[in-house]
């Protein structure tokens, strides 16, 4: 067995049992030949994080990989990723919201997103504050999308070792995930998806309640940027 098949079948004998997380591999700067050994170990959902380098992936790999885009999306770059991605992570502002589904309608496609929700203490400036993203949901809203299925809410805890600060974090994640699927969403079957944890917190992320992890340097090694 490769590396690669080693280390996936030692992640997914961390996930429950019953299914019910998914697992992103982020493959982001690794080889088409990496993925290709992920591929052969069954893994079919992956991650990506750059417009230019998902595109060439999916041109060359096989056509039945689900790719995920989970990196800052500029609208610029909304066309070539509407393309081919079956689901975005990364959807932190009404614009960006607005241009996926223009895009998606023009292309005669549905395109599955999450919200991207920021709670951590640094890292990423990217993403709608809690308080945000509540008040921007509604009913009228998800109406008024036509291209896209909002499918859930991503995020990410602070880059630390505290454990209790991680917690927090996929704790207050979750609870925005909670309050959408108990309001707007309420009776929506296509609202289920609570994407968080990483490498080095997603048993943490599992303990808290998450359905999707993504994961790169576990699988894959350290990127070589
Ligand atoms: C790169 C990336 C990951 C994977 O990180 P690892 O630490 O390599 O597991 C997960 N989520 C996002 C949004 C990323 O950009």
Do not use: C
């Not at 991650?47 to 990196?71: M, N, V, Y």
């Not at 704790?171 to 968080?196: C, E, H, K, Q, W």
């Amino acid at each position: 067995m490769s590396d690669v098949s080693d280390n996936l079948s030692r992640i997914m004998h961390t996930l429950p049992s019953d299914g019910s997380v998914t697992l992103v591999a982020v493959s982001k700067f690794h080889p088409a030949e990496a993925i290709l050994q992920a591929y052969d170990a069954g893994q079919r959902v992956f991650g990506e994080s750059r417009a230019a380098e998902l595109t060439q992936k999916a041109a060359e790999l096989p056509q039945d990989i689900k790719w995920h885009f989970i990196g800052h999306l500029q609208t610029n770059k909304v066309r070539p990723v509407v393309r081919v991605a079956e689901m975005i992570h990364s959807i932190d502002s009404e614009r960006l919201l607005r241009a996926v589904d223009a895009e998606a309608i023009k292309q005669g496609r549905i395109v599955k997103v999450l919200l991207q929700v920021h709670v951590a203490q640094e890292e990423t400036k990217f993403g709608f504050s809690p308080e945000e993203l509540e008040a921007f949901v509604t009913p009228q809203l998800v109406e008024s999308l036509k291209g896209v299925e909002i499918a859930g809410v991503m995020g990410m805890a602070t880059n630390t070792d505290e454990v209790s600060r991680i917690e927090a974090d996929f704790d207050a994640i979750r609870r925005v995930y909670d309050n959408l699927a108990a309001g707007p969403f309420a009776g929506d079957g296509r609202f289920g998806t609570l994407s968080m944890g990483m490498s080095h917190d997603y048993r943490l992320a599992i303990a808290h309640g998450t359905t999707m992890v993504r994961i790169g340097t576990d699988i894959f090694g350290q990127r070589q940027y």
